[in-house]
C-alpha cells in the first residue's frame, strides 16, 4: 500500500459551454505561516522560544510553545480566542514553557472555551499536572473573577504517527522524527487548499521526515551549527558537546535534506546557537542550492502559487 502523504484534490466546478462539461479546478487557498520564535533553550530578546502559527482560513493553529509565545500573538494583535489548537512537537522545558502563559492568560484575553492540546506520549500527563500546579489561580479566577469553568480547562490528547487533526479543509498529519533520546518526537505537516508546509520539530537526519515531505510546499527544518555551539560554550564536556549535537541537524546535513525534497522554499528555526547565524547559509550551500531563508522571530511567510516571505521590522 503506498503511504506517500497525497495532496488534497481540489474541488472542481462544471461550467457549461455550448452544452459541453469542462472540469475546472476552483483557485488554491493559501497559508500563511509565522515564526513566533526561533531560539532556542538560552534566553534572547531576539530570539523567542520555538513556536509557529499557521493560519489555514479562519482556522490559527501554533505548534509548540515555547518561552515568549504568547506576547508574540499579542504583538500581532491576534484575540487569544481564535487560537483553534496547540500542537507539541516533544516535551523538552523550551518547546513548552509558554503554555501555562498562553493557556491561563487566555481567560483576560477572552477565551471562553478549552484549550485544545495535542501532542506525544505524556502530553495529557503534563497538562493535567499543569492544572493541579495551577489550582489556587484557577479556583480563585473562577470564584472571584467569575472566570466561566470551561475558559480554564483543557482538553488534551496524545497523539502518535498519522493524520491526527482534519477540519475546515486542513489536515494536520504528524510523524516521527529522531531526535536523539527523545521520545517519541513529532514533526508536522500541515496541508490546505492545495498547499502545504512541513515542520520538522526537534530531530537530526531523518529519512521519514524526507518521505513525509514529498512535494512539499515549505519545510522549516531546525539547525545546529557545531562550530559555533562549541565556540560559544567552551567549558561544555566532550561528552555533553557530542550528545548535544547528535540530537540535531547541522546546515550541510539540512542541505542534504533540502536537496532530496526540494521545497519551494527552506527555511531555518530553532537556530542553535541562537547568536550570530551568518554561517548557516554558507554551509547549507555545500549541499543545497535551492531556496533558503534564515528565519527570524516574527518573520511570516505566504504559501499559495508563490511563496512570500516577509520579514518582520522590529521584534522586540
Known amino acids: 500500500m503506498n503511504t506517500s502523504p497525497q495532496h488534497p484534490w481540489r474541488t472542481y466546478l462544471l461550467l457549461f459551454i455550448s452544452g459541453i462539461a469542462f472540469a475546472v479546478p476552483a483557485p488554491a ?3 500563511k505561516v509565522t515564526l513566533l ?10 530570539r523567542f522560544g520555538p513556536s509557529i502559527l499557521i493560519e489555514a482560513g479562519e482556522k490559527k493553529l501554533v505548534f509548540d510553545c515555547g518561552r515568549g509565545a504568547a506576547q508574540r500573538i499579542e504583538q500581532l494583535k491576534i484575540p487569544f480566542t481564535e487560537i483553534d489548537a496547540l500542537f507539541l512537537t516533544h516535551l523538552h522545558s523550551d ?22 492540546v495535542w501532542g506525544p506520549a505524556g502530553t495529557k500527563a503534563m497538562m493535567s499536572h499543569l492544572a493541579e500546579a495551577f489550582e489556587f489561580d484557577i479556583q480563585i479566577r473562577g470564584e472571584d ?27 494536520v498529519t504528524a510523524f516521527t522524527v529522531d531526535h536523539g533520546r527523545v521520545k517519541p518526537a513529532l514533526g508536522y505537516r500541515v496541508d ?8 520538522s520539530g526537534d530531530t537530526r537526519f531523518s529519512e521519514n521526515l524526507i518521505h513525509y515531505s514529498e512535494g512539499v510546499d515549505l519545510l522549516i527544518h531546525e539547525v545546529i551549527d557545531p562550530d559555533a555551539f562549541r565556540a560559544k560554550n567552551p567549558s561544555v564536556s566532550a561528552e555533553r558537546f557530542q550528545a548535544i549535537v547528535g540530537h540535531h541537524t547541522s546546515a550541510e546535513q539540512a542541505g542534504t535534506i533540502f536537496s532530496r525534497v526540494k521545497p519551494k522554499l527552506a527555511v531555518y528555526s530553532h537556530i542553535v546557537p541562537p547568536g550570530d547565524a551568518s554561517n548557516l547559509v554558507p554551509l547549507t550551500r555545500k549541499t543545497y542550492s535551492g531556496p533558503l531563508e534564515v528565519g527570524e522571530d516574527l518573520m ?17
Open 29 to 31: 487557498q493559501s497559508l
Open 37 to 46: 520564535g526561533t531560539g532556542s533553550p538560552q534566553p534572547r530578546m531576539d
Open 95 to 116: 518547546h513548552v514553557v509558554g503554555i501555562p502563559d498562553l493557556w491561563l492568560t487566555g481567560w483576560a484575553r477572552g477565551r471562553k472555551v478549552p484549550m485544545q
Open 145 to 171: 473573577d467569575k472566570v466561566p469553568v470551561q475558559a480554564m480547562a483543557v482538553l488534551a490528547k496524545d497523539i502518535e504517527q498519522g493524520v491526527v487533526y482534519e477540519n475546515a479543509g486542513i489536515k
Open 192 to 199: 490546505f487548499g492545495g498547499h502545504s508546509v512541513v515542520l
Open 300 to 316: 511570516s511567510i505566504d504559501v499559495g502559487d508563490k511563496v512570500v516571505v516577509h520579514r518582520a521590522e522590529k521584534v522586540n
